[in-house]
C-alpha cells in the first residue's frame, strides 16, 4: 500500500519568513496530494490540494509543489503569521481505484515566532 | 456547513469493555471513515466505508470493526479494549466526485483512555 514521509516533523520560523514541508509517497499511482492543517484542539480541515496533472497551484500565501518524478510533494507558505501556527498533515492517494481513502504523512508542527 | 458529529469528546475504558464510538454526518455523503491520530503517527487509516453495509479494512484494523446500517451513521467498535488503544479517534466523511476531490471533513475527535 501507499506509505508518505513527511519532514520535518517540527518547524520554527520568525514572523514573515517562509516555511517548507516535505513528503515523499511511494506509490507512483497515486494522484491526488492534499494538505490538511489542524490547529490546537481542533480538527483537520483542509487547505490546499493537487492532482498529478498539475504541478504547481496556488492559493494566496500557501502553494503546493508536485515532483511526480521523485514521487515528493512540498507546501510553502510565504509571509507566515501566528495564525499560521498548526500541525500540517500531507496525504495521498489514488482517486481512480477502488480503495481512494487517504494515506498520512507524519505531521509537522509549524510554530511561529512573532 | 458539513457537520460530523462524534458521540463523545472523551471516554474512559476499562481493559477488556466493549466500545462504541459513534458518527453522524448530516450532509448525505456516501463516504465514511474512522483514523486515530497519535502523536509522530499522524492520522492512520483504521476503517471506511463507501456505502451503506459496504465497509473495507484501513491500514490498522486489528482489534477493531465497524457498522454502516445507515449513510448517516458509521460506528467504530473495540470488541476487547486495551491499553494499546489509547488514542485520539477521528471520523470523517467526504463525497465522491471530481468537483469536490472528495474533500474529508472531520468531527471534533474521541479522546479514548483505556486503563
Known amino acids: 500500500g501507499e506509505n508518505v514521509e513527511q519532514h520535518p516533523s517540527t518547524l520554527s520560523v520568525q514572523e514573515g519568513d517562509s516555511a517548507v514541508i516535505k513528503c515523499t509517497y511511494s506509490?507512483?499511482?497515486?494522484?491526488?496530494f492534499p494538505w490538511y492543517k489542524q490547529e490546537l484542539g481542533k480538527r483537520p480541515q483542509l487547505i490546499i490540494d493537487?492532482?498529478?496533472?498539475?504541478g504547481e497551484k496556488k492559493d494566496q500565501r500557501i502553494a503546493v509543489t508536485l515532483n511526480k518524478t521523485a514521487k515528493h510533494f512540498s507546501l510553502h507558505i510565504t509571509e507566515t503569521q501566528p495564525e499560521d501556527s498548526a500541525v500540517y498533515f500531507c496525504?495521498?492517494?489514488?482517486?481512480?481505484?477502488?480503495?481512494?481513502?487517504?494515506?498520512f504523512g507524519s505531521g509537522t508542527r509549524l510554530q511561529v515566532q512573532p | 456547513d458539513v457537520k460530523v458529529t462524534q458521540s463523545s469528546r472523551y471516554l474512559v475504558k476499562r481493559t477488556g469493555e466493549k466500545v462504541f464510538l459513534e458518527c453522524v454526518q448530516d450532509?448525505?455523503?456516501?463516504?465514511m471513515f474512522w483514523y486515530r491520530q497519535d502523536p509522530g503517527l499522524g492520522l492512520r487509516l483504521i476503517y471506511f466505508?463507501?456505502?451503506?453495509?459496504?465497509?473495507e479494512k484501513g491500514d490498522i484494523p486489528e482489534g477493531y470493526s465497524v457498522s454502516r446500517e445507515k449513510k448517516e451513521r458509521f460506528s467504530l467498535i473495540l470488541e476487547s479494549a486495551s491499553t494499546n488503544q489509547t488514542s485520539m479517534y477521528l471520523c470523517?466523511?467526504?463525497?465522491?466526485?471530481?468537483?469536490?476531490?472528495?474533500?474529508?471533513?472531520f468531527g471534533s475527535g474521541t479522546q479514548l483512555s483505556v486503563l
Open positions: 470523517a466523511s467526504s463525497s465522491t466526485g471530481a468537483a469536490t476531490n472528495e474533500k474529508l471533513f
Open positions: 506509490d507512483s499511482a497515486s494522484n491526488y
Open positions: 493537487i492532482r498529478s496533472n498539475v
Open positions: 496525504a495521498a492517494s489514488n482517486m481512480d481505484t477502488g480503495r481512494r481513502a487517504l494515506t
Open positions: 450532509m448525505d455523503h456516501e463516504n
Open positions: 466505508s463507501y456505502d451503506v453495509k459496504m465497509k
